[in-house]
């Protein structure tokens, strides 16, 4: 009988391949896979619960396009990613469909006491940021140096998260005292935080943006379907009841 | 600016008009040695919300010239037609200064409080109100702007919204400012302004 440890060694590559199957078959399978921000979560769930969703952060989630993922839509809340995507010849000119705002949230209680983004100030609190490369942790930097704040982040302790979802997390678990979201995760996390408004001068203008993705074997007209259909008046109407502001009708 | 009459002119000849031009050549840097801002740290704080303030102000005077029958003289129009230029000119420089961070069109939109340009009277309360706003920015900035370029180019519009305070109570029949104005922080005067501000694409 084999012993148990050079069984394990034996199966493992077999293992491994069968992983791999595995996690390849939702894209052989005809299920239309879209990548998608994290902050688009609830609301492309509800706009359409049949394609198969990858929720990351948007640079992540644009590298993955880069290296040849099964993705067929792409959807990132900052046009950096979509506009990258596009140059590169990996997916089609990309639309806005939506726009958001920063917030500032709080555990629920505000058990810090916090009462306006310039009560950060006073130092001594724990941040929760997106890290830099992140579109929320980009828009929050824009937003601090646009009120005069950047000092915060050196003068509070700071946990770089890697997507928005994690920012919502550390707060609504109490680990952080605040951190910076956009509205509609604050809507959504209404029960465990509570959200503090920021200087409308200040907001950066928080622009998603959709696009199809060109690659060998893709579902083109699953993904210009879905496109269309996050852009039309249901879509819409989902859109703006989780809170995003919405662009024209173009 | 070097004036020749008809008579030196001829006697100067080619020669002394090189040396015109030289002597005008050499007096130009004068004027241009003012340096382009490179804001540092928080600089752009500063930079960022006179950018939206100048073009509220902007929008404001613009909405003034164009309403009827305020009981504005003629003259008064011109010289509001004019600031509303000067401030153009001002988001101008802002917006270079600012450069990836300037708003772009559509970001925001100006809205003033209802009849605001209707009489006279009005117009002169909330142009007071918008340019003090600006000048007690402005004295933060050149109190407390790292870069000297940034501190020298917000002492510029300054010492330019502080002669339109003066020419506003003029024209209210109003003194000059007796006291000194007090700079302001950047929290009570986002309050202030983000009441004149919309962002009809973006949820509120």
Redesign the interface.
């Known amino acids: 009988m084999m012993n148990p440890k050079r069984l394990a060694r034996r199966i493992r590559p077999a293992l491994a391949l069968a992983l791999v199957l595995g996690l390849a078959a939702p894209a052989a399978a005809s299920a239309l896979n879209v990548y998608a921000a994290s902050s688009l979560r609830d609301v492309f769930t509800q706009i359409d619960s049949s394609p198969t969703y990858n929720f990351a952060a948007s640079n992540t989630l644009q590298l993955q396009v880069e290296r040849g993922a099964p993705a067929d839509v792409f959807a990132s809340a900052n046009p950096t990613e979509a506009q990258a995507l596009f140059k590169g010849g990996n997916c089609d000119r990309p639309v806005t469909f939506a726009?958001?705002?920063l917030v500032l949230l709080v555990p629920k209680g505000n058990p810090a006491k916090i009462k306006?983004v310039?009560g950060l100030r006073k130092g001594g609190l724990n941040l929760a940021v997106g890290s830099s490369g992140v579109p929320v942790g980009s828009y929050t930097r824009?937003l601090l140096?646009?009120?005069?704040?950047?000092?915060v982040l050196k003068t509070n302790t700071v946990s770089q998260e890697s997507s928005v979802a994690n920012v919502v997390s550390k707060v609504a678990l109490g680990s952080a005292d605040a951190g910076f979201a956009y509205?509609?995760d604050g809507k959504i996390a209404s029960d465990r935080v509570d959200a503090i408004r920021l200087?409308?001068?200040?907001?950066p203008?928080?622009r998603y943006q959709l696009c199809a993705v060109k690659r060998d074997g893709a579902d083109t007209a699953g993904a210009a379907a879905f496109i269309a259909k996050v852009r039309a008046g249901r879509g819409r109407s989902l859109l703006k009841a989780a809170?995003?502001?919405?662009?024209?009708k173009s | 600016m070097i004036e020749v009459d008809r008579g030196q002119f001829l006697r100067l000849g080619a020669g002394g008009l090189v040396a015109v031009a030289t002597a005008g050549a050499v007096a130009a840097p004068a004027a241009a040695q003012i340096p382009a801002p490179t804001p540092q740290e928080d600089d752009i704080a500063f930079l960022s919300f006179a950018g939206l303030a100048e073009r509220t102000s902007r929008d404001f005077y613009r909405a003034a010239v164009k309403q009827k029958a305020t009981g504005l003289t003629a003259v008064e129009r011109r010289h509001l037609d004019r600031v509303a230029s000067a401030k153009r000119a001002h988001i101008l420089r802002l917006d270079a200064a600012l450069g990836a961070d300037a708003p772009a069109t559509g970001d925001f939109v100006t809205v003033l409080p209802k009849n605001a340009v209707k009489t006279k009277a009005r117009i002169i309360a909330l142009g007071e109100q918008l340019e003090t706003l600006l000048v007690r920015v402005y004295l933060n900035g050149v109190g407390f702007a790292v870069d000297p370029a940034t501190r020298l180019l917000l002492g510029r519009f300054l010492a330019y919204d502080a002669q339109q305070i003066a020419w506003l109570r003029g024209a209210a029949g109003h003194a000059s400012p007796a006291g000194l104005f007090s700079p302001i922080d950047l929290e009570p005067a986002a309050d202030q302004l983000d009441a004149f501000l919309s962002t009809p694409d973006f949820p509120d």
């Open positions: 726009t958001n705002k306006s310039y824009t140096r646009r009120l005069g704040l950047s000092n509205v509609t200087p409308r001068y200040a907001q203008p928080v809170g995003f502001g919405l662009p024209p």
